[in-house]
Structure formats: C-alpha cells, structure tokens
C-alpha cells in the first residue's frame, strides 16, 4: 500500500494564481482531511470528508475549495492564492470519524505565495 | 470547543535521560492521539488510547480521563527521537468529530 500521497511536494505561486493540491489514498478510508501548518501553531483543519460526496468546512476553509467524487481522492483547489496562505498542506484519512482511529498522514506540500 | 495545550514548548535532554511530554484539554473526551513530526516533515501516529497505558518500545502513553491529562514518556532517550511530538483530541469532546491538535513539544535529545 502506498498510503496516502500528496503532490506536489514543493509549489511556488503568485499571488492571485490557482491551483490544485493533489491528495489520494489506497486505504479505503472514509474519512479524509486537509490540515495547514504555520509557525507556532497547531495543526489547522481546513476541510474534511466523510465519504464520496459529502464535504464539509473545517476551522480555515476561506480561500480552499474541496471536493469528493472517488473514496481515494480529495484535492485541494486554492482559488485565488493569497502570501497568507503560505503554509505545509497535509492530508490525513482514517477509518470512520479521525477522531478514534489512526491517522494517516501524506508527507505534506510545502507552498510558497509570493 | 476543546482546548489543548501542551508543556514544554521545547526540550533538550541528553542521551539516555527519561523524557515527559504533558498534554492537556479542557472538554471531555474518550480518546486522545498522540503524533510524531520527524524534522523532515512526516507525520506518524504513535498512539491513541482511551484509558489506562499504553507501551510501544521505549515510548509510553497513559491518560487520566478524570483529569483531563494524558503524558508521554520515553524511557533511554536517543537522538533518533529528536522530533516534534503532537497530541489529538476531538474538538468537541467525546468521540465524535474532528482533531484539534496542541502546538507540538519539539524534543531534542543530544548525544
């Protein structure tokens, strides 16, 4: 099993570009999660999924769009960047709810809004 | 909302030194994670427990559900375990919903 992989490991944008932060797993979770991490912080729940179809906003969801049409895949669309969005992007899944199973990280994007 | 705060922020030990990370939240919960951030990034799940102990290789985890407290230890402490160590709990307590995570304790652990 390859887990869960994110790509691209490494983006640089302008500020007002968009794009697409790829997320997949093989594990057959149900539950999927976009995290951002800043200095100083916490990890940061920008959007979750409970299953193909169901989407919901987490704590920082201003300025990320998500969707859900497979079991495997959940990207992350930047809609207009912004350097306030610069930040380590990880996704995470698990079975069920994340809250009392494992989680399973990807190796996070590194994003740079200049 | 559940809070967490863990203590220290930073720690610098010495090979072989016992090492204790202390996590605690503010609403009640029925299972708590705790993490692992390698300096190169990569995080891993190192426990999740509800109660009591729990024990894997030199690191163990307990928690008191009464207190609101969970700790991480780990025992004969070496470099290799130099990382960022991260406890979980659901946002609004119980077993339901999402993660909020505490800010991490970044351990050191010289030679």
């Known amino acids: 099993n390859a887990g869960v992989t994110q790509t691209p490991k490494f983006q640089v944008l302008k500020t007002g570009q968009s794009m697409t932060l790829q997320c997949a797993q093989d594990m057959n979770h149900e539950y999927m999660s976009w995290y951002r991490q800043d200095p100083g912080m916490g990890l940061r729940l920008i959007h979750y999924s409970v299953g193909a179809g169901i989407t919901d906003q987490g704590e920082v969801p201003n300025g990320y769009n998500v969707s859900r049409s497979t079991t495997e895949d959940f990207p992350l669309r930047l809609l207009s960047a912004a350097p306030s969005q610069t930040s380590v992007y990880f996704c995470a899944s698990s079975y069920f709810g994340g809250q009392s199973y494992e989680q399973y990280f990807g190796p996070g994007t590194r994003l740079t809004v200049t | 909302k559940n809070e967490v705060e863990q203590s220290p922020q930073n720690l610098t030990a010495q090979e072989g030194e016992f090492i204790t990370i202390n996590c605690s939240y503010s609403?009640?919960?029925?299972?708590l994670h705790w993490l692992q951030q390698h300096p190169g990034g990569g995080i891993v799940s190192l426990f999740m427990?509800?109660?009591g102990k729990k024990k894997h290789g030199r690191l163990i985890a307990t928690i008191n559900i009464q207190e609101k407290h969970s700790s991480l230890h780990i025992t004969a402490s070496h470099p290799r375990d130099s990382a960022v160590y991260i406890c979980?709990?659901?946002?609004?307590?119980?077993?339901?919903?999402?993660?909020?995570f505490g800010k991490g304790t970044k351990l050191s652990v010289k030679p």
């Open positions: 609403v009640g919960i029925s299972a």
């Open positions: 427990l509800s109660s």
């Open positions: 979980a709990v659901p946002n609004y307590g119980g077993s339901q919903g999402n993660l909020i």
